[in-house]
């Protein structure tokens, strides 16, 4: 059964549920990029959010309420503007991170393996998450339905993303709603595989 959703603008205040839900989606990713552990993983993601970091910043991002209750999270931008957001980033991580764990965690974000992210025609999704309390209610599919209604707004014609190649659940529910897999990277020592996801739009 699927149930209706709020969506709106998120803001600074917005940092712990954003966070969470952030690093839900990047799982073992995040645990590479930061290599921290979870607490500190997600305080610094609170962080950046609130500061509006670039691409974990909350200007690029929704939050999906339900009853009034945060259910989920959409951060995306078009892909022209991607490198301009992770630009941004960078000024933040240190003040966030501090000099131990800040060169680590640049170094490793610079030199992952893989082609780009996402095509200057396509709308990006950097990360969707859903609690997993509200999961199984048709939440994660209203919110990839938002991003094509915003996809499609800015005159793009696909949308894209990334998912852990570990992560079958959200691989299947982007198959399923009409992505496909266009590069396949796999694990490399620590490094956690991925695909590389886009789905093609119907422009009306």
Same mark, same amino acid.
């Given at each position: ?8 603008p ?10 969470k ?23 610094? #993601? $609170?962080?950046?959010? @609130?500061?509006?970091?670039?691409? %974990? &910043?909350? *200007? /690029?991002?929704?939050? +999906? !309420? ?10 995306a ?9 992770n ?14 764990h ?19 025609d ?5 990360? #969707? $998450?859903?609690?997993? @309390?509200?999961?199984?209610?048709? %939440? &994660?599919? *209203? /919110?990839?339905?938002? +991003? !094509? ?6 005159g ?23 992505y ?25």
């Open positions: 059964m699927t149930s209706s959703l709020q969506i709106r998120a803001s600074p205040g917005d940092a712990s549920i954003a966070a839900l952030m690093y839900a989606t990047m799982g073992s990713l995040a645990d590479y990029l930061f290599n921290r552990d979870i607490p500190s993983i997600e305080k610094a #993601l $609170a962080a950046l959010f @609130s500061r509006n970091a670039g691409r %974990f &910043g909350y *200007q /690029l991002t929704v939050i +999906a !309420e339900s009853n009034g209750e945060p259910v989920g999270m959409l951060v931008c078009e892909g022209a503007k991607l490198n301009r957001a630009l941004k980033t960078f000024p933040h991580i240190f003040p966030v991170l501090g000099f131990k800040a060169p680590g965690f640049i170094f490793r974000g610079v030199t992952l393996p893989g082609g780009a992210e996402a095509e200057k396509e709308y990006y999704l950097c990360n #969707l $998450a859903v609690v997993p @309390s509200a999961q199984g209610h048709g %939440f &994660g599919s *209203q /919110l990839l339905q938002c +991003a !094509e209604q915003t996809a499609r707004s800015h793009l014609s696909k949308c894209s993303l990334i998912v852990g190649s570990h992560n079958d659940g959200a691989h299947r529910l982007y198959e399923r709603t009409g496909r897999v266009v590069e396949s990277v796999p694990d490399h020592n620590e490094i956690p595989g991925y695909y590389r996801m886009v789905k093609t739009l119907q422009i009306s």
